[in-house]
């Protein structure tokens, strides 16, 4: 029985115990001795909340990562059998530790009958937080994704409407299986892939789960919620699921170690994220008399920011952008990220040294160490004093290698200007998870934005950064 055949059979039974307490008032009792079950209370319409629990609690699950060496819980989740097959799908972060340390951990799923067994891990999708588990039982139909088989079009997924009902299934908290209902309010392009906005409760535990509309069909997966904010929580599009499945069998032998597939994953995210970043030339803002590089889009954001109380020795304005999204990897590792920032600071009444001495510490409070990191390799830095436009530069460049991915870096460029005793303009840009070509593509395009110029600034186009003040174009 398809999913709306099954709800139709629930608005039907419905109706038919609706349709009891009517007639019974419409056709009273012919005598005092009447049966007293005409007097009872009728029977209350369900929610449709109720009926989707109701109607989907059999294929949802509870999904556990836990040690091999004393059987004890690492990390806990959600996950949904799809149709009537043996897959489940769930986010990459509920079941990470599985692909990345498959000899440390293992993983299992218990049903909200308390019924438990073993997971295994068939296919990822790091990008947009998707994983493909099989189990040893089948569904009853009721989640389902339509999906066709390989490279294959695949079939139209129900569009939906921003104020539409959704409602978010899982284990919050590990508390025990819920529902709950909010609305679906559009795209997010805070990032490189899509993610759907949904107002309403999103807690840790639900990930992985399913949201549905009120017709049962499957909108997205739970994924994460904002903390600043009150009830914006965020689903991974049906779209990616519906790809996903396509490259996945219920028979196939599942990959020995993942983490190839996961670098070849992030490798193709870096070019894409590295050529939308440099599609155009970065803005030019001004700080001072300096000239800076910023990168102002759907993905980057960037904030003002400005210390210039008159008791203080010296003034600081600082522009700060930085990525909103980032891809989880581990626990110890999020990646394909960029942030810049650029502290422009003006000396009152400290003497020349005191101001010099200022500025140093200014530029070795950026840098920092990974020497015992497990994830990356400690930083290989080169530092010089360079000259160019009209601006003279101290730079330090560090470049740190992915331990578990090949070819993916991090990059850090620190500059801090050495051509004026009184003011000093410090920047910064942190890439993260990117080859080596396209990390010195981005140092390059960032250091020659900046620049001096060689008049005093011109009030009209000077920023004067306010407290997170947002910079726009």
Known sequence: ?????????????????????????????TSAAAPATTASTPAQPSSTAQQLYAAGQQDLLQLRVLLKNGNSQS??????????????????????QIALEPDTYFGEYKDTQGKSGAIELLAVDVLHDLAIVRIARNGTGF????????????PPLERLSQGEKLYSLGNPLDLGFTISEGTYNGISARGFSDQLMFTG???????????????????GVNVAHRRDGELVS??????????????????????????????????????????????????IKQLGPYSVPVRESDQVRCWGNSDSSAKKAYTVASINCSMESAIFVSGDLQTGHV?????????????????????????????????????????????SFVTHNAISLRALVCTEAYHKFKDLYDFTLITASTDDSQMSLQSLINIQGVS??????????????????????????????????EVSQ
């Open 339 to 383: 942030t810049m920032r650029h502290q422009y600071a003006r000396n009152r009444k400290l003497n020349s040294l005191q101001f010099s001495q200022l500025a140093s510490q200014m530029f070795a409070d950026q840098v920092y160490s990974t020497a015992k990191s497990d994830t990356i390799t400690p930083a290989a830095c080169t530092e």
């Open 143 to 154: 989640f389902n994704v339509p999906h066709a088989a390989g490279s294959s079009q695949q």
């Open 1 to 29: 029985m398809t999913t709306s055949h099954r709800l139709l059979a629930c608005a039907l039974s419905l109706a038919s115990c609706l349709s009891i307490p009517v007639l019974a008032q419409l056709n009273p009792p």
């Open 201 to 219: 409760p999103v807690n840790p535990g639900m990930s992985g789960g399913p949201n549905v509309t009120a017709d049962g069909q499957v909108a």
């Open 234 to 283: 965020f689903l991974v599009p049906a779209i990616y699921v519906q790809q996903l499945l396509a490259r996945v069998t219920s028979e196939m032998t599942a990959p020995t170690d993942f983490k190839p597939i996961i670098g070849e994953q992030l490798l193709q995210h870096q070019s894409a994220m590295v050529d939308t970043l440099l599609d155009k030339p970065f803005s």
């Open 436 to 469: 080596y070509a396209n990390g010195t593509r981005l140092i390059e395009q960032f250091i020659q934005g900046i620049d001096r110029r060689r008049s005093e600034p011109d009030a009209t186009t000077t920023i004067t950064p306010t407290d997170k003040t």
């Open 75 to 96: 990390s806990v989740g959600s996950g949904f059998l799809i149709g009537t097959s043996n897959l489940v799908v769930t986010n990459f972060h509920v079941i990470s």
